[in-house]
């Protein structure tokens, strides 16, 4: 009996740790991967995107250059719920909403001024050493710009 009970218990560990993995694939640390990413000429890049566990919600640190080759630096922590939470240090937003899709799938929307600036749609790879992340947003402009940038997992 006492075998039984140590061989479920083993097997409900392992089931939630797979559980738990699926559902955090996102975390970690990403490197932008520029000769695998497309790019609007001038686009602002993040080349560091960090993942990491906050209590029960995820922040999300971005480090990069913008166009003009200055370093930036944002910082969001929420949930992937669907509801806006502020985000620090994005000229281009105040507040990021990321929705769960399926456990490698993500959209992104940032808004200022109470507008959508850009929205995306981020899709880690099976494998999980990889994510694309696919954006859309507008330029002064108006103009529609499309980014896709492709990060290995660090």
């Not at 740790?17 to 001038?42: F, M």
């Not at 719920?81 to 799938?105: C, F, H, M, Q, W």
């Amino acid at each position: 009996m006492k075998i039984r009970v140590i061989l479920l218990a083993v097997v409900w560990v392992l089931a939630g740790a797979a559980v738990c993995s699926a559902q955090d694939s996102q975390i970690g640390t990403w490197t932008l991967n520029e000769a695998k990413s497309h790019l609007a000429k001038g686009a602002p890049k993040n080349t560091t995107v960090v993942y990491e566990m906050a209590g029960d919600q995820t922040k999300v640190t971005v480090d990069g250059v913008d166009a003009a080759g200055n370093p930036t630096h944002s910082e969001w922590t929420g949930k992937f719920d669907g509801k806006p939470y502020p985000v620090t240090g994005d000229p281009l937003a105040e507040t990021r909403t990321y929705r769960r899709i399926n456990s490698r799938t993500l959209t992104l929307t940032h808004k200022k001024d109470g507008k959508i600036s850009l929205t995306g749609r981020i899709v880690v790879a099976a494998n999980g050493k990889t994510r694309t992340v696919t954006t859309t947003s507008r330029d002064a402009k108006g103009r529609r710009i499309t980014n896709t940038a492709v990060y290995d997992k660090g």
